[in-house]
Every structure is written in C-alpha cells, then in structure tokens.
C-alpha cells in the first residue's frame, strides 16, 4: 500500500481527501495541518508521495516543498492552491514539484494525477536499476553504488552529486550528456543556480580524472558535456 503526506489547513477538505484517497485509492494517507507539522510527519516517516497546500499557516506548502527537497530529491510532491496564477505554477515546478492542481478541484481528478505520478515514478525507478552500476573509463573502475573511483590502488569518494554525474556521463561515454538532461535528471531544475552547481563538480570531476591522460570531459558548445576515453 502506497502512503501519501497530505498538508491541508482546511480541516474539513483534509479529512474528506483522506477517506476519499484511503477508501477509492486504497492509499494510507497521514493528514496534517500546516506546514510545521507536516514536515515533522516527514522526517519521521516513510511516504510514496505529497500533497501540500500552498497556503498554511506557520510554514506555507512552496517552503515546505524546499525544505522537503534538501532531504528527499525524488519523492513526487503534488502543489494545491486556490491561487491559479502562472507565477505560482512556474514556483512550484521550480521548487522540485511534480505537478500543480489548482482549487477547487474535483476529487477524482486529484486521484488521476496521483496514480499518473505514481506510475511515472515506479518506470523511471525500474528504468533506473537497470542502468549500470560498475564502468571502467580508461584506467579507472569506477563504481557507483560505493561512489569511488579506483585507479592503480588508488581510491578517491565522491560525493552523491559527483557520482550522478560521473555516471550519466559514463552511461554516455563519448556521447554528449546534455545540460538540460543532466541537471533535470540530477536537481530536477535546469535553472542557472544548479547549473553553476554542476559545473563546480564537473572541475572537481575532472581534477579526480587527470591521472589517465587518454581520459577527459570536454565542453561541446550550446550542447553539453562530453566524456571522452581513446
């Protein structure tokens, strides 16, 4: 059975969405209501996915959001707001969201959307673990499940962005990883902060590279990155 986190200050939608959600979705659903509560129900639980009203009191859903991002970069967050302006949409998708419904709503749509998100989710995690996880690139074995490059008995730790990166451009060997691709994939956010964040550990990537000199990541302009091995 799938949890859900549902954040709503209105206790009367609150419940109804919860014994809606439980009852036709077969979902476990722990209700809180507002921010502050929420995000303690999550730190001290296990959830599938949230949905988080905009507007609560102590600690409104698109700050929740953020600081549900600096703990958990995958988990899908749904955003709901009676507040329908492109501006709140566009924060929400920038926050890490996986989608915005805007109030009032019809029940059985919410559910759509959740099961949509939920499939989405369970694919690109299959898709995921069949992805490899042991890759040599030149001289170096790299494996990314313990984060650590090895090259003539020396072994250097990365750190998790390091190592999601280092394998996208491993995955793609002497192909272009592109910035969009890399930064969606890793931050979930093309925007231009993450994007100065990918290219400080692309330098200490490459600085880990620099005992092979048959390997190297190159630039490819308007495009991306390369990792090239001869």
Request: net charge neutral; proline share 3%.
């Amino acid at each position: 059975m799938k949890k859900i986190l549902l954040v709503e200050d209105d206790p009367n939608l609150g419940m109804l969405l919860q014994d809606y959600l439980q009852l036709k979705g077969k979902f476990e659903v722990v209700l809180c209501t507002d921010g502050e509560e929420g995000l303690h129900a999550f730190t001290k639980g296990n959830y599938d996915l949230l949905i988080l009203d905009v507007m609560m009191p102590k600690k409104d859903g698109f700050t929740l959001g953020k600081d549900v991002r600096k703990i958990n970069s995958h988990i899908p967050i749904i955003f709901a707001t009676a507040k329908g302006m492109i501006e709140d949409k566009t924060q929400a998708y920038t926050l890490g969201g996986d989608d915005y419904i805007t109030k009032p709503f019809r029940i059985e749509e919410l559910l759509l959307r959740i099961n949509a998100l939920l499939k989405r989710t369970e694919n690109a995690e299959k898709k995921e673990e069949q992805q490899p996880t042991q890759f040599t690139v030149g001289n170096y074995t790299f494996d990314y499940t313990t984060q650590i490059i090895s090259i003539n008995g020396t072994q250097q730790k990365l750190s998790t962005k390091e190592a999601e990166l280092l394998r996208l451009l491993c995955i793609k060997k002497n192909e272009v990883l592109t910035r969009e691709e890399a930064l969606l994939h890793i931050w979930h956010d093309d925007n231009y902060f993450n994007g100065r964040s990918m290219d400080v550990f692309l330098s200490k990537i490459r600085k880990y590279l620099k005992d092979d000199p048959s390997v190297e990541i190159i630039n490819v302009h308007g495009r991306g990155y390369k990792l090239l091995v001869n």
